[in-house]
């Protein structure tokens, strides 16, 4: 009973057999049961691994021309007043129609890409920079962490719109304005992360060792602290540049953003808001194009994580 | 447990102090002239007088802030200086709205996201679990007003299911009340709804793959039990935690949705204000959403204990 | 009389570069109220294999073929309720980590009380009260305290202990203990250990025990099977197995075994140094013998053709060319 028989196919392995002696006891290659997996090509298999990165990064290279080109593919001057054309909807002439004051929605829209980038990308830089410089004195000096972490704590529990809001409310409306009012809502989180990846290395022996010996702080902050930090910032980063892109719309939206004269998504919005039940399409278009250019950066942000993820666990 | 309730509200004093230091000296860190820009352009120098007096902007820094907090402690926000009210009582005014369709809001995004989350990740990889990544992403991108209008657009301008704007307040029964929330509230919920799924989703991986998991299907249980009693349970404090913070959007995109769908709360008053550039309302406000923020964050941390035995304070 | 009989299982898994082929072609028995060992090397399919006679590997990325017969039903081939009549309530089963199987947010006694209340139809009550009963059978002081405690409130051993009543709370014909020692000091090893055998002894329950630790399978099991590589090289009956090793792998092991006190020793890095070289991958198909890379007998009859597993003497299988052959054998 505790010899248990195995089933034979008879002759499935008569091609090796033949030329072994013929008293050997040759085990049968047993078949495989998953079929193997078809070869692609290393384009496709990026599509196929990494759709949302890839649809990510087209979208965010087409709003990029888009903004670059703006004077190009504008059809009309996109701050002209053209008060016998008010409120038209979308047409061989005006592609997206007009707004209340009779300005081309189509050319205002292009040109809104600018405002949006502009502001997205310098809030994610500038917030980047701030937290980092910020985040590494938090974590390098024991006296001023604890300082720092109740005015991060602090400014944190203000929501980060109302906490710009406010801001707005005591300034013009600027490009610059809302840029820096974006930006100091967001400081925080960025001085939390960086806080955290120094704590966090100052517990590895090497670098703990590299403190102990003497190194100078810039040494081992450039040597060490930086280069890893660098890639959750990436990440931290396009995900600030989206949320900056939603909070720009949301303050000009409620009218405390950029000057209504400028051509901005939310601006757009905001002088269709009288108009929405009517006429629609004049929130329509900028909210998709808003809409499509904060899921590309996203869409990149992910695909960056899921890329730094991948080499992480690769390292381990 | 009063005892830790009471030790960590006196832990909340400083965070509180550093929030009213903040909303405080904006006033003066302003570059330029705040005074000014709150009189707007038009304002006579007598104006510009009054207003720098009402917000003590003529007096030192110090003797205002220690002014100012002293009334604070009291329940004094300051006078409005559009309306000369007293930002409590235009607060009072308006609470109701916010605080119903905030709530209502965080009882349905947590009632469609967690459910959501434990589906994508019990079904981790499959069709289900990309459309629910899919339309988290999507949530995380689409502003909310963008998200309003459309939803306003179609169900109540084009199918005419549901009222197109304004507020009921509950006094006058609830099914009004809640017919004019329910637009609001998918509104608002949409990027709250993306981020808890998300997080639940993550926090579920992470407990699927441990050991007791394995035991529980072990057991004979069936996936249900295992993914509701088992799994859930232990990632709780992850998903409680996100609910907690994402309130911070949630007070965000409430100034947004009532301005959409013109409701006379909270981020009504705050729009108004803005406009009308009155700065004490914004700042009682500001003051008022976050203690909220905190004291709910607060709330959550004492949550813990019950739903991790491990947890001790 | 059979009560599970495993014949020519295939486990093999999708991986990102390939297909990995854990478990390719095992057969073996237990009959009831055996104790039959699976003894190997970290990754030589062992632990999938209980997972897979539990029905809990998840399909894909694992594909199955072959049977598992267990009172003749073949547990491939059932569906996921009926599957789930038999876990826990038939089968039983001891997982290596006492603190990481248990639930951190659920007390002993819910842990317990729910495989009785599903099985058994126990009403609450009566599930905290057989919960009660069991840990005390487990040897465990203070049952009624112990019950409303939480998994972490427990020391290493008596963990373990919980787990075993949780593995026995129905009665079941067939217990798998994946590694139930490993992970625990070594004087409560011997306590688990005596545990094991006795509630064997009282409960008749047939026992599949995985381990890499040859010191254990000779205090408790009345059979051994030895993997390598996903396939079995080598059967016996315990005391032949000692006795008279057939394959180059086994005779490896046991070398590599200390000799006094073998119960005691346990896990050491040092074990297997004996055996040079790594398990290959199986992501390949390999020609010849699995175990030829690392064999020191190896010879080019080896590296071409792969041996199969014939008999070496009466109930000893073993899957080599030069393993020495008794001339009874037939």
Redesign the interface.
Known sequence: MSATFVPRAPGAADGIRASAPPDLAIAEPLPDIIPPRKARGRARRLVARHP?AVIGGVLLAVVLAMALLAPWIGTVDPTALSPTQRTRAPSALHWFGTDLLGRDIYSRVVYGARVSLVIGFSVAALASAAGLAIGLVSGMMRRADGIIM??V???M???????A????????GSIG?VIVAITVAEIPRVTRLVRGVVLSLREQPYVDAAIVSGTRPSTVIWRHILPNSLAPMTVQATYIC?SAM?AE??LS????GVPPSTPSWGNI?AEG?AL??VK?TI??FP?IF???T??AV??VG?GIRDALDARMAKDV | MLGIIVRRLVATI??????A???FS??YF???D?VT??AGDQASPADVARIRATLGLDRPFLVRLGDWTWRILQGDLGTSIFTNIPVTELIAQRVQPTLSLMLVTLAFAIAIAVPLGVAAAATAGSVVDRSVMALA??G???????VG??L??VFA?ELGWLP?QGYTPIERGLGPWFANLILPASTLGFVYVALIARVTRAAMLDVLA???V?????????PR?VLF??AL??AAVPIVTVIGMGI??L???A??TE?VFAIPGLGRL??D???R?D?PV??G??LL??AV??LMNLAIDLLYTL????IRY | MLLLSVENLQIHFRTPDGVNRAVDGLSFTVAAGETLAVVGESGCGKSITAMAV?G?LHRPPAATAGAIRFEGRDLLRLSEPE???????KV??I?Q?PM???????TIGRQIG??LR??QGLSRDGAKERAVELLRLVGIAEPGRRVRE?P?QLSGGMRQRA?IA?ALACSPKLLIADEPTTALDVTIQAQILDLMRDLKQRTGAAVLLITHDLGIVAEVADRVIVLYGGRKVEEAAVADLFRTPRHPYTRGLLGAMPRLGAAERADEPGRLAEIPGMVPSLKQRLEGCIFAGRCREATDLCRRFAPALEPKAPRHLAACHYAPKDALAA
């Open positions: 949302g109740r005015i704590d602090g400014v529990s203000i929501p980060p719109i109302l906490l809001v406010a801001l707005m409310a005591l300034t013009r304005n989206a939603i719309a949301i939206f409620i009218g405390a919005m808001r929405w039940q629609f929130i329509l909210a808003l809409s499509l904060v899921l996203n869409l992910d | 400083p965070v509180m102090a550093v929030v230091l903040c909303v904006l006033l302003a570059p330029g705040p820009i709150i992403v999507l995380f991108s689409v502003p909310v007003f963008v209008y459309v306003a657009h301008v197109v441990q050991d007791y394995r035991t529980a299907r072990a057991k004979g249980l069936a039990a009693l088992h349970k232990n911070a959007l007070i965000g995109g100034v947004v301005t705050t729009v204000a803005i406009l550039r700065y914004i700042q406000v500001v959403f976050s923020y905190v739903l991790d035995p491990r | 539990l809990l599957m789930r009549e038999i876990r826990g309530n039983g089963m997982f980590e990481t199987s248990l639930n951190p947010v659920l729910e495989t599903l099985h939480y972490h787990m949780m």
